[in-house]
């Protein structure tokens, strides 16, 4: 890599953590409608096509109004309630998984103005552990109206509207990539909002703790020390170890030894290499240190996770035809 470019970091967590979406559906809501979302394992994301909702998120005081353009993601997955928002909006029933399984289009609530909506869910190949995972809001919106909006996110709200709309050969891979698509926005948003708030997303702004991340994540199995970072990026030790624990929410090397391990997992299922090589990728001298450090993060070694079977390639969309 020339000297001038840095290692993306949210693209290699991205890249690293392979996120898929699982499922896909589209929503006519006719007014007075309302539901009850349950607590879930994976992250939620909703696209309004038309009209507008109230999103009611557990845990959280006010209501969140949506309109047409809108996107908002629920990277926790907590219990919510969305309705249309009217005083006439009845108590919310909830809502049964299998009707998101059932495309193109799901018709609930009463015979007044119509909401379209699109939702789905992400899950990570690797346990979402990462700082910047971490670091997410209980609520991400995002809105082709406002400041935050860009051609971009409007062009893939645009997309997914019509392909939800009038699926056809190829859909799931086509709206698995415009998942893809809205997640991305959503981390650009976080990094562009972060300022002075969370942990982990400031990190990226700031000169010298965001080239130190680029450093790690390009070059993972170099042997890294604090001093050694700070030298590289310009900084004295004391100030850099006391900076990055600031503002990414751990020491370097707790964040180094785990972004390792996350990578070293991705190896074992995606590559032949021997466990020699996997650990001197890693860092480690040797592939017994590399085993021991592995199943002590993990909790099973490196044999056992490289021959346990997935739930499938990462990147698809399930949708039950």
């Not at 979406?21 to 007075?32: H, I, W």
């Not at 409007?154 to 009038?166: D, G, H, N, R, S």
Request: aromatic share 8%.
């Amino acid at each position: 890599m020339p000297p001038d470019e840095k290692t993306d970091v949210v693209s290699d967590v991205l890249e690293t953590l392979r996120f898929k979406t699982l499922l896909f559906g589209r929503f006519e809501l006719g007014a007075p409608w309302a539901v009850r979302m349950p607590r879930k394992a994976n992250a939620s994301f909703y696209v309004v096509a038309r009209g507008s909702l109230r999103l009611q998120v557990e845990g959280t005081a006010k209501p969140v109004f949506l309109s047409a353009g809108d996107v908002v993601l629920l990277p926790r997955a907590p219990a919510h309630v969305l309705d249309d928002g009217s005083r006439r909006a009845p108590a919310a029933s909830d809502f049964v998984p299998s009707q998101l399984l059932r495309p193109p289009t799901t018709r609930l609530g009463g015979t007044g103005p119509l909401t379209t909506l699109v939702t789905g869910c992400f899950q990570f190949g690797v346990d979402p552990v990462h700082p910047l995972l971490r670091a997410f809001p209980s609520i991400i919106r995002l809105s082709t109206q406002e400041g935050q909006g860009t051609p971009s996110l409007a062009a893939t709200v645009q997309l997914i509207t019509a392909e939800t709309a009038t699926p056809g050969p190829g859909s799931a891979l086509v709206l698995g990539r415009l998942a893809d698509v809205l997640l991305v926005h959503a981390l650009r948003a976080q990094t562009a909002l972060a300022g002075a708030r969370q942990a982990g997303w400031k990190a990226l702004a700031d000169p010298a703790i965001g080239n130190a991340l680029s450093l790690m994540h390009e070059q993972p199995g170099t042997p890294w020390t604090v001093e050694r970072l700070a030298q590289a990026v310009g900084v004295s030790r004391s100030g850099f170890a006391a900076r990055f624990h600031a503002l990414v929410g751990e020491t370097p090397l707790h964040y180094l030894a785990n972004w390792r391990m996350i990578r070293a997992a991705r190896w074992l299922r995606e590559s032949t290499d021997s466990l020699d090589t996997i650990a001197e990728r890693a860092g480690y001298e040797s592939a017994p240190a590399f085993s021991k450090a592995f199943k002590r993060r993990w909790g099973v070694g490196p044999g056992a996770y490289r021959r346990a079977p997935t739930d499938g390639e990462p990147g698809g969309v399930y949708i039950d035809t």
